[in-house]
């Protein structure tokens, strides 16, 4: 059974840094691109990181770039995402969502519960 | 960016009811996702590359469409189908969502 699940949310304060971790299992990590998505209160969802399977191809979106990192362990089954300068702005749920690839398209097939950014003073 | 805009934003229908959801992208893009989300859990999945049923997903749902023009469709509404569905486009960085529709049952 494939299971994400998302640990290292919290209250971060403006400007403060904060490192999430998505715990992979029931397929083999390293051959999945991975990505984190996520979705503000009330919000639609957002995708903010994507990374390959072994990490040659990374992209962002605009709203991160230079502040959040996306990087993977394969050995330890384990994605993650560095935060800094955080923003009120950036208070969401966070997901990983596994990339498929079947034909010739790409989708997420598998989010894991989320874990929870709060931006606040 | 690609720019997903969905229609309506907020919809009920009855039971029994045929239900289309359109997703409108503002370049072309090859194949447009779906998923359903209901309060307090996760996106799923729910169909891929424009009209593949994902795992577990009831015949009655099916999508359409192709270049800027997408839909989601119900054949026959039923209260377990109340949620908000999202479209999402995997051609092009950016990765974009749509706005989301919510559906309710009446």
């Known amino acids: 059974e494939v299971k994400l699940v998302e640990s290292g949310g919290g209250l971060v304060q403006p400007g403060g840094s904060r490192k999430l971790s998505c715990a992979a299992s029931?397929?083999?990590?390293?051959?999945?691109?991975m990505a984190w998505v996520r979705q503000a209160p009330g919000k639609g969802p957002e995708w903010v990181a994507f990374i390959s399977n072994l990490a040659y191809s990374i992209y962002y979106a605009d709203t991160v770039t230079g502040r959040f990192t996306i990087s993977r362990e394969n050995a330890k089954n384990t994605l993650y995402l560095e935060m800094s300068s955080l923003r009120s702005e950036d208070t969401a749920m966070y997901y990983c969502a596994r990339d498929f690839y079947y034909g010739s398209s790409y989708y997420f097939d598998y989010w894991g519960q989320g874990t929870t950014l709060t931006v606040s003073s | 960016q690609i720019v997903l805009t969905q229609s309506p934003a907020i919809m009920s229908a009855s039971p029994g009811e045929k239900v289309t959801i359109t997703c409108s992208a503002s370049?072309?893009?090859?194949?447009m996702h779906w998923f359903q989300q209901k309060p307090g859990t996760s996106p799923k999945l729910w169909i891929y590359?424009?009209?593949n049923l994902a795992s577990g997903v009831p015949a009655r749902f099916s999508g359409s469409g192709s270049g800027t023009s997408y839909s989601l469709t119900i054949s026959r509404m039923e209260a377990e189908d109340a949620a908000t569905y999202y479209c999402?486009?995997?051609?092009?960085?950016?990765?974009?969502f749509g706005s989301g529709t919510k559906l309710e049952i009446k």
């Open positions: 370049s072309s893009v090859s194949y």
């Open positions: 590359s424009t009209s």
């Open positions: 029931g397929f083999t990590f390293s051959d999945y691109g």
């Open positions: 999402q486009q995997r051609s092009s960085y950016p990765l974009t």
